[in-house]
């Protein structure tokens, strides 16, 4: 057979081949799920949730998370700090619009922002069986973490790169590009979200479904949004808040869900509660529920600890010196002291990255670590502080034995460590929650803000609460003392870097206090590489926007002034 029948044949089935393939897909698909008819389920609206919560677990989530709030300030140093990296370019302030890591912070959260807005876009198709109560609030927690999900990206994003787009909720070809809000619009959507998801989620739910976002969670996470809206030394109505909210969620003050959502009567009361999914007073039989704006919101003050304490109350680690690290380990998930944390869970069968809800958050292991302090970094962290002995030296021990060989004159957290007999089967494969939110984080916001507010025997009370817990494992009664606003501010930036010290939050904390260009100067006067002193004030507070925003969306997308 010659060439040219060879090719006539070739062309004469390859015309039959596409003919069939287009019959085939001109036909209509019944009993498939679509975008219509997926979200029409309980179940299938908590599968998209899940597909939420998941990005948190992702490496390339927990990649940039400690990379940005942890590895560019001054609690440690890297193992990659060249400037031949693009990890190097980050941590010295060397780098560019098309930085890896900065591309990767930006995408990653619109990731999770996207994967959330499909459930709340798509909330209302849910159709329940039911009229009862506890139908409407299966639908009512899974729109309200949804919320909390979609704040907590937004407050990545806002505090890394100022006022970011707000992406609609439903994408079409028409609303691809839009254009940046400003950051007090940002931050006025992320408030709107954790107020509703605060009326919306429960205090505790039951032990099988721990791990979900919880009205505590958003409480906390709306005080550090308003605290970094707040300026240190500034009057504002930001720290007034703050101050009530830390009155209710520590103190157990009476705070009602129409003061939580600042209600004003510009929606109708009902009309609000039908959106919220709460139950139509015209469904409600005798004896359900019906919340009004002045209902109380339950205490949640009751359900947290500054305590070493397990999930059941009972102590970590039978009360001893090593109960503080074991708040971090596998005894301590969902601790009386852990107000949000990512799940994670070993596959146990050797899958790794984001194939497997287990890792990628683990900085310690027995001979390696992606990050470490120094002696003089510890010891300005923590000077005389008893929490400097759970940061371990090379050739130290852990709790349950083993020696840590990082590297002579390398010193790592415990925080970070995995105990023996929680270690995955498999390398890179672990199991191990990471803590978000901690209660001793909410008390010392409280501290803080009741400082700014003028309340400085309250602030120094709070303040000695956390204090006094950490005394309690070598026995001290050394307390914060009193003073003027600015010591006592001062002496609540102590404890808090030495309480959240390798907690990933340190480079934020710097920014927002205004105190980032005169720390990290001071640092990178001590380094070799002069790292640090190539942060520019009035710059480098803001991340700048990934060139490739810029360039996609036609310049509609601006870029951060200086960069």
Not at 59 to 65: F, G, H, L, M, R
Not at 139 to 146: E, K, N, S, T, V
Not at 359 to 384: L, Q, R, W
Not at 405 to 415: D, I, P, W
Request: proline letters at 3%; glycine letters at 8%; aromatic letters at 12%.
């Amino acid at each position: 057979m010659n060439c040219k029948i060879l090719s006539r044949l070739a062309v004469a089935v390859l015309g039959m081949t596409l003919t069939a393939c287009s019959d085939f897909l001109d036909k209509e698909i019944t009993g498939n799920a679509t975008d219509q008819t997926y979200y029409d389920t309980p179940y299938k609206m908590q599968s998209a949730l899940d597909a939420a919560y998941d990005v948190l677990q992702s490496d390339a989530y927990n990649d940039q998370e400690w990379r940005f709030g942890e590895a560019m300030a001054d609690n440690v140093l890297g193992v990659d700090e060249g400037l031949a990296s693009q990890m190097g370019q980050l941590v010295c302030f060397r780098f560019n619009t098309s930085n890896t890591w900065i591309r990767q912070r930006w995408e990653v959260n619109y990731k999770g922002i996207h994967r959330v807005n499909q459930v709340i876009a798509n909330i209302n198709r849910v159709e329940i069986s039911t009229t009862s109560y506890y139908a409407y609030q299966q639908i009512r927690w899974i729109y309200g973490q949804a919320k909390f999900l979609r704040a907590l990206y937004y407050f990545n994003l806002v505090k890394s790169y100022g006022g970011v787009p707000i992406r609609p909720e439903t994408e079409t070809v028409e609303n691809l590009v839009v254009p940046r809000s400003t950051a007090d619009e940002t931050y006025a959507y992320i408030e709107r979200d954790l107020r509703e998801a605060i009326v919306m989620l429960p205090v505790v739910y039951p032990t099988a479904e721990m791990g979900k976002a919880t009205r505590g969670a958003a409480v906390a996470l709306l005080m550090k949004v308003l605290m970094y809206q707040a300026k240190p030394g500034t009057v504002s109505d930001k720290w007034e808040e703050m101050v009530r909210l830390g009155n209710y969620f520590v103190d157990g003050a009476r705070l009602t869900m129409g003061e939580i959502l600042k209600y004003d009567n510009s929606e109708d009361w009902e009309s609000l509660r039908q959106r919220l999914w709460f139950k139509p007073q015209y469904q409600n039989d005798e004896g359900d529920p019906y919340e009004t704006a002045d209902t109380r919101l339950e205490d949640v003050n009751n359900v947290y600890s500054l305590e070493y304490r397990d999930y059941f109350g009972d102590p970590l680690h039978n009360g001893d010196r090593w109960a503080y690290v074991y708040q971090w380990y596998s005894d301590g998930e969902f601790c009386k002291g852990s107000v949000f944390e990512v799940v994670f869970k070993e596959s146990g069968d050797g899958t790794s990255g984001d194939n497997n809800e287990g890792a990628g958050i683990e900085h310690f292991d027995v001979g390696t670590t992606a990050m470490y302090a120094t002696s003089n970094i510890v010891n300005e962290i923590f000077a005389d502080d008893i929490r400097k002995d759970f940061v371990i030296h090379h050739q130290g021990n852990t709790p349950d034995g083993e020696m840590w060989q990082g590297g002579e004159g390398r010193f790592v957290s415990l925080k970070w460590y995995t105990p023996k007999k929680d270690k995955p089967q498999y390398g890179g494969d672990n199991g191990r929650n990471r803590r978000l939110i901690r209660f001793a984080d909410v008390v010392l916001m409280y501290a803080e803000a009741l400082n700014e507010t003028g309340k400085r025997e309250e602030a120094l009370a709070k303040l000695n609460l956390c204090k006094a817990q950490v005394n309690t494992i070598n026995g001290s009664t050394k307390l914060y003392q009193p003073g003027s606003y600015g010591y006592i501010r001062d002496q609540i930036y102590s404890e808090r870097r030495m309480e959240m010290a390798f907690e990933w939050d340190r480079y934020f904390d710097l920014i927002r206090q205004g105190r980032a260009a005169t720390v990290l100067h001071t640092f990178g006067r001590s380094r070799p590489n002069s790292r640090g002193l190539y942060f520019i004030q009035g710059v480098h507070e803001l991340l700048p926007i990934p060139q490739n925003e810029i360039d996609v969306s036609n310049g509609v997308v601006e870029q951060n002034p200086g960069y």
